[in-house]
DNA sequence: ATACATGCAAATAGTTTGCAAGAAG
DNA sequence: CTTCTTGCAAACTATTTGCATGTAT
């Protein structure tokens, strides 16, 4: 990583990112920067996305299938993924390092970390289906 | 889903995967089929890899970076990824039921089911670091 | 002035799909 | 003979990269 210069594409891409908690795409963000920068590209919003996870200002969320999220919340939590509407949410767990202690004991190899996802239907989604049914 | 028709490929495809400990790519899949079937396509391998894991026969691994990965093993567990080589390997874990219990506690909306994965770099990776500082 | 950042377009990786021909029931 | 499966190639999604030009320091 070489010296870094100011961009005030960057700075958009930040402030939107820490701004919004939707955990938007790259292409969320790219729509989001365009109504202040018209003629950035996909490609520079990629770069600083990257740029910024690296910096540790954001996070990255890989999906099973669809494309990466990013988080403003670089504080350690999990994500609850909806399986319907693919929103995903924050959720907070307690004390969440003695899972890799467990996991140590059976393990030769040194763990370094770990992230757990949960999976299931979100509030809204939910109410909607409720809808449906009664209809 | 429909009915479905035996194909060798299918079979071969089956048996590779559930013979292989190594949580194969699908473009290990299709060389290792290939010894067997040279003229099979990626597309036959790629599609009926999505079957059987519709049938729960096999499971897929979903990565951070890089391919999917298949899993013969599909009895609940989780899984260890070397950020150095990407090798996966399984790690069973005790009672993992009362995370999802834990996280509905602060979560309004359903959680159907959970995936933790570990990362860190594995025994043979340890081993040839080593190896190398001491040149 | 120099080095980093940008916009654009082309390239890449991984996976999916349409279609005509082939095999299974 | 009808339906499912295959091989092939083209399409597609998400992301990365090369390069000439632009901007910050």
Do not use: W
């Amino acid at each position: 990583m070489a010296t870094m210069k100011y961009s005030r594409q960057r700075e958009s891409i930040r402030d939107f990112v820490h701004s919004c908690h939707e955990h938007p795409t790259a292409d969320m963000v790219y729509a989001g920067i365009r109504e202040e920068f018209p003629n950035i590209s996909l490609g520079t919003v990629y770069r600083n996305l990257s740029l910024l996870v690296e910096l540790g200002e954001i996070t990255k969320i890989s999906t099973d299938s669809g494309p990466d999220r990013f988080d403003c919340n670089t504080k350690p939590h999990s994500h609850f993924i909806c399986t319907q509407c693919q929103c995903i949410r924050d959720i907070e767990l307690p004390d969440t390092e003695y899972i890799e202690k467990m996991a140590a004991e059976n393990f030769d190899g040194e763990i370094i970390s770990h992230v757990t996802t949960f999976y299931g239907i979100c509030k809204d989604c939910l109410r909607k289906n409720s809808f449906k049914k009664e209809a």
